[in-house]
T-cell receptor
Framework: AQKITQTQPGMFVQEKEAVTLDCTYD???????LFWYKQPSSGEMIFLIY??????QNATEGRYSLNFQKARKSANLVISASQLGDSAMYFC???????????????FGKGTKLSVIP | KAGVTQTPRYLIKTRGQQVTLSCSPI?????VSWYQQTPGQGLQFLFE???????NKGNFPGRFSGRQFSNSRSEMNVSTLELGDSALYLC????????????FGQGTRLTVV
């Protein structure tokens, strides 16, 4: 089974509007972390936002917020006031076995290609 | 503060050759991970190092190997290259053992012909 599912291969959004990118995950761990990355055409993976499984508040970083619904195992990324520079691939990722001795290994979804229209 | 630096950025190799890719993490970061990105398989974990020790290895053949030096710089090596090894290889570094933050380099794009 897929550990990270991103059901939207591509999305379009009008400049200055908000957009939600979907991500669902599958884990039996109680302690885990969820990440969103942006990958422009240059290839670099840019860290956007992180949510720990025990965090009660939804994470926010500037125009990015993570809508974390633990019971539904979803971690959607919301981008407010879209800009042309937001056009890129967006990846949801999960780190399981969160412990001091655990290995830091990210499992990625297939990504969503976001296109911002002027 | 300098980011994660990967060298070279682009590489073309012939089947059967071997290749070494380099990753210099952000200063002070001791955890380094490597990922392979292909259109078909997406992003797949290769290995992770912390303080010169390999903590985990992904499901890749033994032709893929890596190491980390005392200054946290890391190298990965692929021997007997195959066409299917053509990919973007990404390195990520983290300042924390639990990896709550991971910063990626721009990657090395390897083409095997």
């Amino acid at each position: 089974a897929q550990k990270i599912t991103q059901t939207q291969p591509g999305m379009f959004v009008q400049e200055k509007e908000a957009v939600t990118l979907d991500c669902t995950y599958d884990t039996s761990d109680q302690s885990y972390g969820l990440f969103w990355y942006k990958q422009p055409s240059s290839g670099e993976m840019i860290f956007l936002i992180y949510q720990g499984s025990y965090d009660e508040q939804n994470a926010t970083e500037g125009r990015y917020s993570l809508n974390f619904q633990k019971a539904r195992k979803s971690a959607n990324l919301v981008i407010s006031a879209s800009q042309l520079g937001d056009s890129a691939m967006y990846f949801c990722a999960m780190r399981e076995s969160w412990s001091g001795a655990g290995s830091y290994q990210l499992t990625f979804g297939k990504g969503t290609k976001l296109s911002v229209i002027p | 503060k300098a980011g994660v630096t990967q060298t070279p950025r682009y590489l073309i190799k012939t089947r059967g050759q071997q290749v070494t890719l380099s990753c210099s993490p952000i200063s002070g970061h001791r955890s380094v991970s490597w990922y392979q990105q292909t259109p078909g398989q997406g992003l797949q974990f290769l290995f992770e190092y912390f303080s010169e020790t390999q903590r985990n290895k992904g499901n890749f053949p033994g032709r893929f190997s890596g190491r980390q030096f005392s200054n946290s710089r890391s190298e990965m090596n692929v021997s007997t290259l195959e066409l299917g090894d053509s990919a973007l290889y990404l390195c990520a570094s983290s300042p924390r053992r639990d990896g709550t933050e991971a910063f990626f380099g721009q990657g090395t794009r390897l083409t095997v012909v």
